[in-house]
Nanobody, 128 residues
Framework: QLQLVESGGGLVQPGGSLRLSCAVSGFNLDYYAIGWFRQAPGKEREGVSCISKTGSSTKYADSVKGRFTISRDNAKNTVFLQMNSLKPEDTAIYYC?????????????????????WGQGTQVTVSS
């Protein structure tokens, strides 16, 4: 059974850091690009970052560039999102999702339709 499980969320003060993990099981992570998305209350889900199958290509939303870093450890079937300099506007439920892309596609951040498998999400709250 294909499964993605997010962890690492919590309450943090502005300027603080969190490291989210996305643990996958039931499939070979080598064949999948992974995206991180978030949804704040009353807002649409949006792309945060994505990473290609090999990790050679990454993308970031403008709002998180320079603060967030995505990485993956295929041997451990885990993808990470390091979040630094957190702001109150980063408060949201964070989801990871898996896409098995065709050869010409690295990873997609502008659309969610390519992602076939989703985790349940982890809450991130940035507040003093």
């Amino acid at each position: 059974q294909l499964q993605l499980v997010e962890s690492g969320g919590g309450l943090v003060q502005p300027g603080g850091s969190l490291r989210l993990s996305c643990a996958v099981s039931g499939f070979n992570l080598d064949y999948y690009a992974i995206g991180w998305f978030r949804q704040a209350p009353g807002k649409e889900r949006e792309g945060v970052s994505c990473i290609s199958k090999t990790g050679s290509s990454t993308k970031y939303a403008d709002s998180v560039k320079g603060r967030f870093t995505i990485s993956r450890d295929n041997a451990k079937n885990t993808v990470f999102l390091q979040m630094n300099s957190l702001k109150p506007e980063d408060t949201a439920i964070y989801y990871c999702a898996a896409d098995r892309p065709p050869l010409f596609r690295l990873c997609v951040l502008s659309s969610m339709t390519e992602y076939d498998y989703w985790g349940q999400g982890t809450q991130v709250t940035v507040s003093s």
